[in-house]
DNA sequence: GCCGTCTCTTGATCTGGATCAACGTATATC
DNA sequence: GATATACGTTGATCCAGATCAAGAGACGGC
């Protein structure tokens, strides 16, 4: 049996316009489509007509999360799904003995909350101070019928989360410790260029146990796995959640199971 | 390093209305909705207007692969979604190494071949005699906007696929050898219920290697597992593909964790 | 500044499942 | 019915990563 740490929470915010709202984009910060955000591109809205912007603009409501903070548990009413605007969230599920497994870490402008027969199947918890944007399923599917461009953007989102399970799944089922360490790394700066941001340095807003509790090791191998790469001068670490990848390539070379 | 056992495989047909297509439905069976298949309730086209129905069947394909055969492979343009009549299909991924992790196990009314930017991201394979309606995908983008009931059943479909994988990554991250087969088995029987099979006695149409590049074990582990169960009454085992589950609660307490 | 708490790292040891090695068992071929 | 070829089961041994244990930083509270 695999260890696995559970850390605690609290706290159920509602969507009532006054209850935490992060209100509109700070001036510095480049405006999105609905006005709302300041997601730019990477927002769920982006390329819509106006006239669907402004109806989902109706039924959005922006909220902030500390961390800790839970968005929703694994059986509760699946109202809403979101869109992250700042911050990270992981999603996970629970064993009754405690085990934990993270299914995903979620980004700026990344959107989970999607659910079937009305109950949502994992947790969502804040990593750090968060904004989302959270726009209610019910109403999401009344427009989804005056505005097909809706569905077929989820239809987008759904694919490309289902492709980077399977890849999730392999690492799981077939990688070895420092392959999955060095596929997450690899992962993560992917998907930080893939948004905008530099693919490195690496800023890692979970902890080692989360780090863990998503790939399928203990704490300890993954700070092992860290410390193996930074003495072959594959990475930097000048603190525990600052990475830079050095060699790129090599650490591919891991990933993909020729380390 | 995880050993997985990679077997052969072949062949490649084209849907040309002549190569291998199944035709109606034999008489003894239930005609589908379009009439092209006898997935009654289970097609993916159940319930939708005559139209649509007919709309989907002049873009619909009906084709048979033989056990081993290839219906697309990793990195193929992505052309079409298949949609499972009878017969089994797994859908895997490998590593340059050899190792192979199967993704998924798709059976009567089950889709899959949701892809993004144009390829695949796994190889998909017939394990037993298998027939598939398969649908364009282009064309059926096309349909979408003429019929929102479409990709709302796209959804719907993916959105349970999503929840199968967060279920499939809890097992593979974090369950035991004696949970990951418990698990594997109670999901098939369900899946079984759920299309209308009886949940017990089981049919396993792939074999013990097929079942452990799913649940990332090897095959010796995954026999003995079946060993155990069996000598604990928890299961029969008439032949290797046979298994009449004596006991669900308790096969599903292991598999929960409380085992 | 000092203390408590939490997270990360490192080392020693243990173990579940992988690996290695036969040996059954079933279907196919001729 | 003998032989070949998979596939499945069972046993012995090994090892990657878990577990156990102890420090080392980092950081907030007062």
């Known amino acids: 049996m695999t260890r696995s740490t559970v850390t605690a929470l609290r706290h159920d915010p509602v969507c009532d316009g006054t209850t935490g709202g992060v209100g509109p984009a700070t001036p510095a910060e480049s405006q999105g489509p609905c006005g709302q955000c300041d997601l730019g591109t990477l927002a769920f809205c982006d390329g819509f007509a106006a006239r669907t912007i402004s109806s989902l603009s109706r039924v959005q409501c922006t909220l902030r999360f500390e961390p800790h903070d839970t968005l929703f548990r694994e059986g509760d009413q699946g109202l809403a799904v979101y869109s992250v ?17 993270i299914t995903g870490f979620f980004f700026r402008g990344d ?35 005056t505005a097909p461009e809706i569905q077929y953007r989820i239809v987008l989102r759904m694919t490309a989360k289902l492709a980077q399970f399977h890849d999730h799944v392999l690492l799981l089922g077939r990688k070895t410790a420092r392959e999955r360490v060095a596929t997450f790394l690899l992962t993560l ?31 300890e191998t993954v700070s092992r796995a860290m410390t193996w790469f930074k003495r072959e001068g594959l990475l930097d670490l000048p603190s525990p959640s600052q990475v830079a990848i050095r060699q790129p390539e090599a650490l591919r070379a891991i990933a993909d199971g020729a380390g």
């Open 189 to 219: 700066s992917d998907r930080a260029r893939r948004r905008g941001d530099p693919p490195s340095p690496l800023s890692l807003p979970m902890g080692r146990a989360d780090i863990a509790d998503h790939i399928g090791l203990t704490v």
């Open 85 to 101: 605007v700042s911050g990270a969230v992981k999603v996970y599920k629970l064993m009754p003995d405690g085990r934990r497994q």
């Open 111 to 145: 959107m989970f909350g999607f659910c079937l027969d009305g109950t949502y199947a994992y947790t969502a918890e804040a990593i750090t101070p968060v904004g989302v944007c959270r726009l209610p399923m019910q109403r999401l599917g009344e427009l989804a019928e």
